[in-house]
C-alpha cells in the first residue's frame, strides 16, 4: 500500500520533470571543477550528493506546493484530477513526504560542505514561498525561476566551500529562462486566474503581453548564457550550445499563439527538456575538450 501511494506522489509532483534545473545544477558543479584544475578529487562523490540535494529540494518543494494549492486546484478544470483534490493521496501521506524528502535533502547538503548545510534552510524557505506568491504579486513567475536558478549557484559552492559571483551569470539565465515558459504555461489559466482573482503575468497583461514578457525573458537568458561564456572564457561548444538554446527556444515560441494555446504542452514540457539537456551536453563537452580529463 505504501508503495502504491509512494508512486501516485511521485506522479503528484512529476518526478521525471527534474530533468529540467538539472542539468544547469550539473553544469554549474563542471564549471567549479573546471575553476578549480579538477584539483582536490572526489568529482563523482560531490556529484552524486548534488544530484541527491537537487532532487529532493525539488520534490518536497513539488509536494508542499501541491498541498498549499490544493483548494485552488479543486476549483481549476484543469487542475481538480490531480491527486490530492480527486482523493487520489491523503494529505497526511503528502506532508508526510514533504518531511523525509526536506530530511534528505539537508543529509544531502551536510555531505557536500558546512556551508551548503547551513545555507540549506534558506534554500528550502526560498523554494516554499513560490508556493504562496500566486495571491499577492504577478512577479511569482520570477520566484519560481529563481528558486530553480539558485540550483547552479549552489552546486558551485558544493565544489567549491564558496560563491563566485560569476555563477550568478547562470543564476540569472535559469532564473530568466524558467520565469519564460512559466508565464507561457500560465497562459492557459488566464480566465481562471482573472476569475479567483490570482495574480499572474497572463491576468495583468493579457495572453499576447505576456507572451512578449517570455520572449523578452528568453533574450535576456540568451544575454546571461553569453555573458557567462566571456566572464568564465569558455570555448566554441559553449557557444554552439547557447545557439542551440536559441534554436530551440525560437521553435517554442512558434508553437504558441495568443489566439491558439493548444500546444502549451508540447511547448512546456518536451522543448524545455531539450533545451536542458542539450545546453548540458554541449557545455559539459567544451569542459572536457578543453584540455581536463574528467
Sequence with gaps: MIWKRLRLTLE?????????????????????????????????????????????????????????????????????????????????????FVAAAAALFFFAAAQLNQLCLRLAPVALAIIFFYSFTKRFTSFSHLVLGFSLGIAPAAAWIAVRGSLDPRILWLTAAVTCWTAGFDVIYSCQDFEFDSAEELWSIPRALGIAGALRVARMLHVLMIVCLLMLVYALHLGVLAVAGVGAVVALLLYEHSLVKATDLSRVNAAFFTMNGYVSVLFFLFWAADIYFSGIDL
Design 12 to 96: 503528484m509532483i512529476k518526478f521525471e520533470h527534474s530533468v529540467f534545473a538539472l542539468p544547469f545544477a550539473l553544469t554549474g558543479a563542471l564549471l567549479a571543477f573546471r575553476d578549480a584544475a579538477f584539483d582536490g578529487g572526489g568529482i563523482w562523490r560531490k556529484l552524486v550528493w548534488i544530484v541527491a540535494a537537487m532532487v529532493c529540494a525539488r520534490s518536497a518543494a513539488m509536494a508542499f506546493n501541491r498541498l498549499v494549492d490544493q483548494d485552488i486546484d479543486a476549483r481549476n478544470p484543469r487542475t481538480r484530477s490531480r491527486h490530492l483534490p480527486a482523493g487520489l493521496l491523503s494529505r497526511g501521506f503528502a506532508w508526510a
